[in-house]
């Protein structure tokens, strides 16, 4: 898509219409991964109630946005809600990690890892997402380090890979 942008003649609406599409699939797309992967690890039934519950609130919120912006222009908003929906599923699983009385390193647990990924992922690239609107020609040097967290989340997902395998309920 990025290719596709660079090419096209400036202002094509098209080609703007097609990349804001594109990055509000992916948005979507990266919210469901990484609560579906945060979920997986959380063991309290009113918790993972919790979890689906803001799932909801986040597809609710997400369909409110996009009927009101129409025709998108940005995927400045939906990054900010999905940076703010993906933090409540990480403070439940810190929760039940430091609440729980197990004895195992935090080294060898790949949820931690992948968690703390996604966490940091989805922190900075709000950030980022902000300093985009608001930097002007070094935008772009904004999108680079976002790709740089993207990176990172990906070496602590090999770091997870390399972890013992837990059980899934480990918690209790």
Not at 28 to 33: A, Q, T, Y
Not at 68 to 92: D, Q
Request: proline share 5%; net charge neutral; glycine share 6%.
């Amino acid at each position: 898509m990025e290719f596709y942008m660079y090419i096209s003649p400036k202002g094509d609406r098209f080609a703007l219409l097609l990349n804001v599409i594109c990055d509000d699939t992916l948005t979507i797309f990266e919210f469901c991964v990484f609560s579906l992967l945060i979920l997986h690890y959380i063991v309290g039934s009113g918790r993972r109630l919790a979890v689906k519950l803001n799932t909801v609130i986040f597809f609710i919120a997400e369909i409110i946005l996009l009927f009101w912006t129409f025709p998108p222009r940005s995927n400045i908003p939906l990054g900010l809600l999905e940076g703010a929906a993906i933090v409540p599923p990480g403070v439940i699983y810190y929760y039940e990690l430091f609440t729980s009385m197990n004895t195992k390193a935090l080294k060898d647990r790949p949820s931690f890892w992948v968690v703390t990924g996604i966490l940091c992922q989805a922190a900075c690239n709000s950030f980022l997402i902000l300093s985009m609107e608001y930097m002007g020609r070094f935008g772009d040097g904004a999108y680079a380090f976002g790709i740089l967290f993207y990176c990172i989340l990906f070496v602590l997902l090999l770091r997870a890979y390399k972890s013992p395998p837990e059980a899934k309920f480990s918690f209790s």
